[in-house]
């Protein structure tokens, strides 16, 4: 399992992300529903110790979208992908 550690606003959060947890998130998402997805996510991947720094930081308005897109930068990188013809 990959754990990635993080500091927000000062407030050090770990992560646990895995195949499971990421799949859900991208399922749950619609075009009309990107917040809830990803504080779910972030509440399921988050290490036991920092649920409540977690929560406090959640509060502040698009703050789940911004660590949800760090934390799935380092989970799940890009791939290099070229057209061949």
Known sequence: MSKITLTVNGTELTFEPNTVAYNKFINEMAMDNKMAPANNYLRRIVSADC????????????????????VNDQFAPKLDIELKN
Do not use: M, W
Not at 51 to 70: C, R
């Open 51 to 70: 649920k409540e720094a977690l929560d406090t930081l959640l509060d502040i308005p698009g703050s789940a979208l911004q660590i949800v897109s760090f």
